[in-house]
Nanobody, 124 residues
Framework: QAQFVESGGGLVQPGGSLRLSCAASGFTLDYYTISWFRQAPGKEREGVSCISRLGESAITADSVKGRFTISRDSAKNTVYLQMNSLKPDDTAVYYC?????????????????WGKGTLVTVSS
């Protein structure tokens, strides 16, 4: 059964860093474009960063540009989101998602698999 397992969330102080991991089982991530989304309390789920199937292109939301970096490790069948200079506004549940769409997209209708999410709390 295809599924994601996200990890790396937790409580961090403003200005701190976390690295989220998204490990896939039951399917090979190389065949998918992978995105990270987040959903804060009372808000809609929004796209944060995306990396294409071959890693040749990536997009990042303006709100996290320069602070978050997405990467993938084919050997480990895992995608990462390195988050630096965290702010309280980054507090949310973070989800990884996979689409067979070749180009990066944050369109929910094109997502084939969703992870269950990992909570990131930025607070002093």
């Amino acid at each position: 059964q295809a599924q994601f397992v996200e990890s790396g969330g937790g409580l961090v102080q403003p200005g701190g860093s976390l690295r989220l991991s998204c490990a896939a089982s039951g399917f090979t991530l190389d065949y998918y474009t992978i995105s990270w989304f987040r959903q804060a309390p009372g808000k809609e789920r929004e796209g944060v960063s995306c990396i294409s199937r071959l890693g040749e292109s990536a997009i990042t939301a303006d709100s996290v540009k320069g602070r978050f970096t997405i990467s993938r490790d084919s050997a480990k069948n895992t995608v990462y989101l390195q988050m630096n200079s965290l702010k309280p506004d980054d507090t949310a549940v973070y989800y990884c998602a996979a689409t067979r769409w070749r180009a990066c997209t944050f369109a929910h209708s094109l997502i084939d698999y969703w992870g269950k999410g990992t909570l990131v709390t930025v607070s002093s």
